[in-house]
């Protein structure tokens, strides 16, 4: 069997920073329901982790008053249904996918791209991405394509293992993984305190991946999965009339933490968490990393890059941890080892062991 590299990644998110307007139409909005909730919010914002997150939607220059957005998508009282949010999904989701695809700098290697695997949770339509990037992006109208949808923010971990399959079985593949996530077009009309913590994670943004046998990049070792029992209430996203409703429990943290730790050594192959150099951990939010550092008992530097990429970004759903990757590799450290991790649905940790190379 050939060895798989993750040759290299490429990210990229819209151009507008609507972070600071969020806070200010959620403030205002809980405000009117319980000027007590608008403080804690406050308190909690002032405690995420996130400075920056990016949207489609262009934010208002008085997000406090009717209209979040610039466009008056989301004006208040009037909320849009399903088919409002994925029309502009339509809209946006291919012009963010092939930035992203444009940046990994494929030049005549387009022309070898033999897969296509799309990772998306927060739209859908058909035909869909795949097609609008072998328009877009000049790719092989041959190419394989596969879409791994609604599998939330663990998705990028299962395409990237997939690609591994791939390329395993054919040697001469060369799959393209993009992870594109619009999480902003499912804000909801809500005065509660709980669901507006959870739309303060989240952003949009893409990353595009290229894996195939040439021995350049990082090594994709294992792949392992672990469930927790009795969690699958925890993380739901299901369609609804009015969006996708999502629910995002506070436990979420304390349960990932008891679940590493009962399954670390499966995750690790047997070794210490000692032996791994470069963690490559999904943020899905300040609390889980601070799970994932003291369920392994990491240094307090041990996750600056997934702190980072939540700092400047937030929360994008499968394209998260891609962006923590890229930064990793950025950083040109050779002859490390490595673990990647993410978290969604079930609730299940997703896992992949990887090397740098010598």
Known sequence: MPAVYLNRV???VPPY???DAFRRFAQSTLHLANPGH???????????GIEHRFSCLTPSNRPDGDHFDAGGFYARRNFPDMAMRMRQYERHAPELAQAAVDRLHLGADRGRVTHLIVTSCTGFSAPGIDLDLIARCGLPTTVERTLIGFMGCYAAINALKLAYHIVRSEPSARVLVVNLELC?????????LEQMLSFLLFADGCAASLVSAEPAGIALDSFRAVLVPDTRDLITWNIRDAGFDMVLSGRVPAVIQDGLRQGGERILG????????LWAIHPGGRTVLDAVERAFALAPTALAASRDVLRRYGNMSSATVMFVIEQLMRAGTRGRSGCAMSFGPGLVAETMLFRTGA
Do not use: N, Q, W, Y
């Open 10 to 12: 490429a990210t990229a």
């Open 17 to 19: 920073d609507v972070h």
């Open 38 to 48: 608008a403080r804690l919010f406050e308190r909690m914002a002032d405690r995420s």
């Open 184 to 192: 902003t077009l499912h804000l909801k009309e809500t005065a509660s």
């Open 270 to 277: 047997g070794a210490p968490a000692a032996s791994i150099d």
